[in-house]
């Protein structure tokens, strides 16, 4: 084979980050941008989503897809959130209290959504979708009536006028970068949090651990022909309950993380976006939903932040209005699923073609 022909399958074997990595150069040269601010900008970015994204590995790999219903464990951090900001518990311990306090939680919800995805096999995605829709209906609930209308709980900081239901608006400064400061490395506007990034490297590595254990290959085999593994004596639907609350958790502790960064829970929205914005994330790195690595993960969150750094960036410079760049991003959001999702489509019909080919 020559080099060529070698570039060109390299090419389209990895089309979709290579799409959006064009993007990026071609949106950071229209904005002119600065590469240190967009290094700082997207350093931030990195740390506060990776673990979220690296929440959906574990799903694809057992054959569930793409997992939406992530949102769920990020509900069960802000329940957790909300208690110890009631409780006024600051600092690190108090966000390790939030962590532990979100485990039982995202458990009891991953349980319950793996349960829903075995009656609902072959249409996982937009079931985990649906049920995100569903259980925010409940976490209004809530937060809206039940709290301070139900279960006593007074608290004038969090609680709204009338004493029933959370405020649109929660402060985290109690938790405020109790990650992030611990140990960390400033350079102007550049700062890195090298305990956060330390964390988050710790469970890529035990994911990565996970799956080469006798437990993962369980999962493997289960999201690679359930039938085989159900004859091989694997109980599938507990695997796959098992992924789900694995993933579930994980993106409890990624929403932790994400949210003591910002400083500001937004009681009824800050959950809303987590599985889009994860999902495309780790699509633009080359996942699919039958295939997923950490690298991936990495490689996906970057562009797609970086992305959403510049455009807004370039709309300025090219039509004297950041909003269309905004536009942009809500395009980018919900588009690059779709986009995704279909040159991934394209590269399997590519794959197939060559196949039939070398048969021939």
């Known amino acids: 084979m020559s080099l060529l022909q070698n570039i060109k399958k390299g090419i389209r074997n990895n089309i979709v980050p290579v799409v959006f990595t064009i993007l990026c150069l071609v949106g950071a040269i229209v904005a002119q941008a600065s590469p240190f601010f967009l290094l700082s900008s997207v350093v931030v970015r990195l740390a506060r989503n990776l673990l979220l994204v690296f929440s959906l590995i574990i799903p694809v790999v057992s054959g569930l897809g793409l997992n939406f219903g992530i949102v769920l464990g990020a509900m069960a951090a802000q329940i957790a959130l909300v208690a110890v900001t009631h409780w006024n518990i600051t600092g690190l311990g108090g966000f390790v209290v939030a962590a532990i306090l979100s485990v039982p939680l995202s458990i009891l919800f991953g349980w319950l959504t793996g349960k829903v995805l075995n009656k609902a096999k072959g249409n996982e995605m937009i079931t985990s979708m649906m049920l995100g829709f569903f259980a925010n209906g409940l976490y209004q609930l809530l937060f809206l009536f039940i709290l301070g209308g139900v279960i006593p709980m007074v608290n004038e900081a969090i609680m709204l006028p009338s004493g029933i239901g959370i405020k649109n608006t929660v402060s985290l400064r109690g938790i405020k970068y109790a990650l992030d400061d611990v140990i960390k490395i ?57 992924a789900v609350i694995m993933s579930t958790v994980l993106a409890a502790w990624g929403q932790l993380i994400h949210l003591q960064n910002i400083g500001i829970l937004q009681t009824y929205g800050s959950h809303e976006q987590v599985g889009l914005f994860a999902v495309a994330s780790i699509l633009i790195g080359g996942a699919s939903v039958t295939k997923a690595t950490i690298g991936q993960a990495v490689l996906g969150t970057f562009l797609f932040h970086l992305l959403f750094i510049i455009s807004p960036m370039a709309g300025q410079q090219l039509v004297g209005e950041p909003q269309v760049g905004e536009y942009f991003r809500a395009f980018v959001a919900y588009g690059v699923i779709g986009v995704s999702l279909a040159l991934h489509a394209w590269q399997k019909q590519q794959a197939q073609k060559d196949k039939l080919k070398q048969e021939i």
Request: net charge positive; proline share 2%.
């Open 186 to 242: 400033s350079y102007g506007s550049l700062t890195i949090p090298i305990l956060t990034f330390a964390v988050i490297a710790l469970f890529a590595l035990a994911i990565k651990f996970l799956l080469q254990t006798k437990l993962g290959q369980e999962l493997r085999c289960v999201g690679q022909d359930m039938n085989i593994a159900a004859t091989s004596g694997i109980d599938v639907d507990k695997m796959r309950i098992i």
